[in-house]
């Protein structure tokens, strides 16, 4: 596994809406629109052809409104936009849990709580290609003695043909964990469904991730504590925590239990990703040796199965090289083989066009401080999004390379909302671009970097990891100079659109979006 090598470029000459440029690329702006009359919050997707977006306004006297628009990918102008009245099914207002795009389709889904029949309703809503609304459906129905109880989780397969809900039914914490899957096809026809019931308490369980193949089968990872009605006890020294991973089919009745044969360490963190090529899936995380500590990190571990089969065809378990460790203590404790002791939160797990895979980590932290003063108490929110870890993997499961690109972002009672970063595949190379401080264009690499405090004064940057584990550092425009602030997390890309990026950014009190584009060589 190499370590990355550190490149400087920079492009001052590219045009005049740019600071600098990534090579191949141009980036242009599109018409600033007025906050208040798109209400646009997050960019949901893109496709070669267009983007799409959605947000929501809530008020006290009116009712609320949703709203979802379509943009030209090229001009980033707007093609229309649906504004939705809050939905009242049988006279219960509804809640919007998520909305995806298909095929040009906006998929609504909405649940509403009836008192008198204590359910909670699972509703869709879709817009069809021009923004019109179709009709209403109820797909899905939940006991639920309280409107907070029970909960619903929709995901959609990889080609997006086929959709799964994963429900949560009203609970006991002293009883076992109970849910239901159900998978549908994309004119709502159900293919199969499933009431399960796992032999552990649900005090003891919790579900970390679930997804869908393209075939309809679920898997899903959960985390389990040691269970004291059985006799298992907390042992101080050990990691307390085990991942387990599931695969539900509706041509088989069992809940199949996944061996990944990690026994022999703690595994800290983990995330999956379904639908490689030649029915295959992955598995990768982090695993330590120290399982008192579960932030510590000792190397990175890279499963490929049988999707079909649930079967292991190839595990790779790559600890941190003394390089690769330098970068985070000093060089004795690195020489020694430490472990890296960050809170490093798994965040994509990304298909490359060659069957490979990028997986990315962030090193992050909210702290909740909270200040009793005469005047009463105080409630402070701070955010703060440190360095990246990123991993290059092959078609074949084995780890390339691994990269540490150091970050330093910070803010206070705002979400983090100009932190963080966007991720952008390009074939075998990997793109992330995110705000940072504009001393750092001479420190990156070379020093610790200054901490970014200020977005509107911040460089927009892109860090590019190549196929030959060099890193190059790329600013491509200054916040300030450009009047803009660009919302990285807000932002989107698709490993469907090689190489491409829609910027969501704020133009004083408009919206302007930035179309990231491929030039023509």
């Known amino acids: 596994m190499r370590s990355l090598k550190y490149i400087f470029l920079f492009f001052w000459a590219f045009g005049p809406a740019l600071y600098g440029q990534l090579p191949a690329y141009e980036l242009q702006w599109g018409t600033p629109y007025r906050y208040r ?46 504004e939705m009245d809050q939905i009242i099914y049988q006279g219960d207002r509804t809640e919007l849990i998520s909305t995806h795009v298909v095929q040009g389709e906006f998929y609504i889904f909405l649940q509403a709580y009836n008192r008198q029949t204590d359910q909670k309703i699972l509703l869709l809503q879709v817009l069809d290609a021009q923004g019109d609304p179709k009709e209403l459906k109820v797909v899905e129905r939940l006991d639920a003695r309280r409107k907070y109880k029970g909960s619903f989780k929709i995901s959609f397969s990889q080609d997006r043909q086929k959709f799964m809900i994963f429900s949560n039914p009203d609970y006991s914490i002293r009883d076992n964990e109970k849910f239901s899957v159900a998978v549908y096809n994309l004119q709502l026809e159900l293919l199969w469904a499933k009431d399960i019931e796992l032999d552990i308490l649900d005090r003891y ?39 387990i991973v599931y695969r539900l089919s509706g041509k088989d009745e069992r809940v199949f239990e996944v061996d990944l044969g990690l026994d022999l360490v703690y595994v800290t963190n983990m995330g999956m990703e379904l639908d490689f090529g030649n029915n295959t899936m992955a598995i990768a995380g982090f695993y330590s040796e120290q399982g008192y500590n579960r932030a510590s990190m000792k190397g990175m571990f890279y499963i490929t199965l049988d999707q079909a089969e ?18 985070f203590m000093s060089t004795g404790r690195a020489t020694r083989g430490a472990e890296i002791r960050e809170d490093f939160v798994f965040r994509h797990f990304l298909h490359r066009p060659d069957g490979g895979a990028f997986v990315i980590a962030e090193d992050y932290e ?156």
């Open 37 to 82: 009359d798109v209400q646009t919050q997050d960019i949901l997707d893109m496709d070669a052809e267009a983007f799409y977006t959605y947000g929501s306004r809530y008020a006290l006297l009116t009712a609320n409104r949703w709203y979802f628009a379509k943009y030209d990918r090229k001009t980033s102008r707007q093609v229309w936009q649906s």
């Open 205 to 243: 369980f919790s579900l970390y991730r679930s997804d869908v193949t393209n075939d309809g089968d679920v898997y899903f990872i959960g985390k389990k504590t040691p269970e004291r009605n059985k006799g298992e006890r907390w042992v101080w020294g050990e990691s307390n925590e085990e991942f």
């Open 310 to 327: 649930a079967n292991v065809v190839s595990t790779h378990l790559s600890p941190f090289s003394t390089e690769f460790l330098d970068e």
């Open 366 to 521: 909210m702290q909740v401080v909270t200040t009793q003063t005469r005047n009463g108490t105080v409630t402070n929110y701070y955010y703060y999004y440190y360095d990246i870890i990123a991993f290059g993997i092959s078609d074949k499961g084995e780890i390339e390379w691994s990269g540490h690109v150091p970050k330093r972002q910070f803010s206070k009672n705002d979400g983090g909302r100009a932190s963080g970063y966007l991720p952008l595949v390009d074939g075998k190379q990997l793109h992330l671009i995110f705000n940072d401080h504009k001393s750092n264009t001479k420190r990156f690499g070379v020093r610790r970097p200054v901490v970014m405090r200020n977005a509107r004064t911040s460089n927009v940057v892109a860090v590019t990891i190549t196929p030959e584990a060099e890193m190059l550092y790329t600013v491509l425009y200054n916040n300030s100079k450009d009047r803009v602030q660009t919302l990285p997390r807000r932002s989107t890309s698709s490993e469907l659109v090689q190489g491409e990026a829609v910027f969501y950014s704020y133009r004083k009190n408009k919206v302007q979006f930035g179309s990231l584009q491929r030039v023509n060589e």
